[in-house]
């Protein structure tokens, strides 16, 4: 089992900027994916940023704007937001692809709300 706890969402003005934390544990020696994913009212869970391996990419809406990272020591998946707008608002989720059953695994998922 992988247990994933975000953390790090606020309330931020448009063009701020938050870092997101996601804290993995158990069982981690299989996992080969990283992900972060939002989802907003009326809106489709959408897949933000991903690590495989060594390559990262990013949903071309926070191409430019957002750094996903990770500390393979502490196992903490980070993503930097900067230059925020109103559209990305949303909670936040960490996942993480594995090869194990079942193979996903999800946080609880954090709120970043952008707004004056």
């Known amino acids: 089992q992988v247990q994933l706890v975000e953390s790090g969402g606020a309330l931020v003005q448009p063009g701020g900027s938050l870092r997101l934390s996601c804290a993995a544990s158990?069982?981690?020696?299989?996992?080969?994916?990283w992900n972060w994913y939002r989802q907003s009212p009326g809106r489709q869970r959408e897949l933000v940023a991903y690590?495989?391996?060594?390559?990262?990419d990013y949903a071309d809406s926070v191409k430019g704007r957002f750094t996903i990272s990770r500390d393979s020591a502490k196992n903490i998946l980070y993503l930097q937001m900067v230059s925020l707008k109103d559209e990305d608002t949303a909670v936040y989720y960490c996942n993480v692809n594995a090869h194990t059953n079942p193979p996903r695994f999800w946080g609880q998922g954090t709120q970043v709300t952008v707004s004056t």
């Open positions: 690590i495989v391996g060594s390559t990262t």
């Open positions: 158990g069982d981690l020696s299989r996992v080969y994916a």
